[in-house]
């Protein structure tokens, strides 16, 4: 078992995040658990689909919403991976140089204003880096669920991590 400082194991390979870890510190097959949850609000929902310009009335227009199959506005997809991504970040990419890819993005079921979001991340694979001596690769598996335990993100993302040799700048 690889543990970083102010880790709190919750299970048998299962771990509640504190902040970020070194290449060494992740083994395939742990899961973290992101810890807070996020609540979405509408103001969140409205203001991230307007600075992204995003012209869809299903997520800010209440009557549109109304006239849907879902009765109401939906969360932006696109908001709720930032949120879901930024709820790792502490754990899985604090000490990341660079993000190298995202996939296999899927939104099984949708986002309303007023869901709760819980996240995890598996590590999926890791090996260092060919080209970059004192850094090494790391994918992931996210997900998250809303409060009724229904899973509403998915993605799988590719990180380049120092080695705990290699450290990070100070800042």
Not at 4 to 19: A, K, L, Q, S
Not at 94 to 119: Q, R
Request: glycine share 8%; with cysteine; net charge negative.
């Amino acid at each position: 078992m690889h543990m970083v400082r102010n880790v709190i194991e919750v299970g048998e390979n299962r771990y509640r995040e504190d902040y970020g870890r070194y290449y060494e510190d992740f083994t395939v097959g742990d899961i973290y658990e992101h810890r807070p949850a996020r609540t979405i609000t509408q103001t969140d929902n409205i203001w991230f689909t307007l600075l992204t310009m995003n012209t869809h009335p299903l997520h800010f227009n209440d009557e549109y919403g109304r006239d849907t199959e879902f009765g109401e506005c939906l969360v932006n997809s696109a908001l709720t991976l930032s949120i879901v991504a930024g709820m790792s970040v502490s754990d899985v990419s604090h000490k990341t140089v660079a993000n190298l890819g995202w996939s296999e993005i899927k939104m099984p079921n949708p986002v309303f204003h007023g869901d709760t979001l819980y996240a995890e991340s598996e590590v999926i694979d890791k090996r260092l880096s060919e080209s970059r001596e004192g850094d090494g690769i790391v994918t992931v598996r996210t997900s998250a669920e809303n409060q009724r335990g229904d899973t509403v993100m998915e993605f799988e993302r590719t990180m380049l991590i120092p080695t705990r040799e290699k450290g990070i700048p100070e800042n």
